[in-house]
């Protein structure tokens, strides 16, 4: 079964604080992505990486980095939390392609609830 | 510029009762489309996909979805609606070309609550 693990599932933190969400995924995917979602907005992409140490800023990067140092696992940093970045996350993966196989189905985690104070 | 969208807030419909969740979409290009669901407190689940073929494509939990290319249209239908199937539905679509960045372009979601 495909898995897509997000370590922490409820988080609050302190405007300012520097703020590390963790992803792992155990289908040896190429590709992953850390989404945010907010009512009304659906899903906004934030970063996508296509391999190791590779990443490609999404619709809504400001205020985010991330950090993928080895092939299952892609973190998503804050550097300084603020308030309207109180959310939810959610890291996903799929494997590449290009083509029809662009059709490869995108894989998500439970998601990361995060409550910046 | 390219996007779905999911007219419908929120959709009630009686237990035993067929359920259609619309979804449009503006992309260049052949579209792959997605449905994905979302329980509450819970990650996104892949429900199905259209990438060629029939454009009646059918996926989990007894969930269809029928494409429509001159409606750009993938509504996703069930005969039967559960109390079980209530949950937050999502469209997603991939831009056929889009080369091997991955990125779903996702709708802002559809309620569905299914009342016994």
């Known amino acids: 079964d495909v898995k897509v693990t997000q370590s922490s599932r409820y988080l609050v933190k302190r405007t300012g604080e520097k703020v590390f969400l963790e992803c792992v995924q155990d289908?040896?995917?190429?590709?992953m992505f850390w989404y945010r979602q907010d009512p009304g907005l659906g899903l906004r992409l934030i970063y996508f990486s296509y391999d190791v140490k590779m990443k490609e800023k999404g619709d809504i990067p400001e205020g985010y980095s991330v950090s993928r140092e080895k092939k299952e696992r892609f973190s998503l940093i804050l550097e300084s939390a603020s308030t309207n970045q109180t959310s939810m996350y959610l890291c996903a993966s799929s494997r590449p392609g290009t083509g029809i196989s662009s059709g490869n189905t995108i894989y998500f985690g439970e998601g990361s609830w995060l409550t910046v104070v | 510029a390219q996007s779905v969208a999911q007219p419908e807030d929120q959709v009630n419909v009686a237990e035993g009762n067929p359920l259609t969740v619309k979804c449009t979409y503006s992309v260049s290009g052949n579209p792959y489309l997605f449905w994905y669901v979302q329980y509450p407190n819970r990650g996104l689940q892949f429900l199905l996909k259209?990438?060629?073929?029939?454009?009646l494509v059918k996926g989990s939990y007894g969930f269809e979805a029928e494409f429509n290319k001159s409606q750009t249209s993938f509504h996703l239908k069930k005969p039967s609606a559960l109390v079980s199937d209530s949950a937050l539905y999502f469209c997603a679509v991939r831009p056929f070309g889009s080369g091997n960045t991955g990125k779903l372009i996702f709708g802002q979601g559809t309620t569905l609550q299914v009342k016994p």
């Open positions: 259209y990438i060629t073929g029939d454009n």
């Open positions: 289908m040896d995917h190429e590709n």
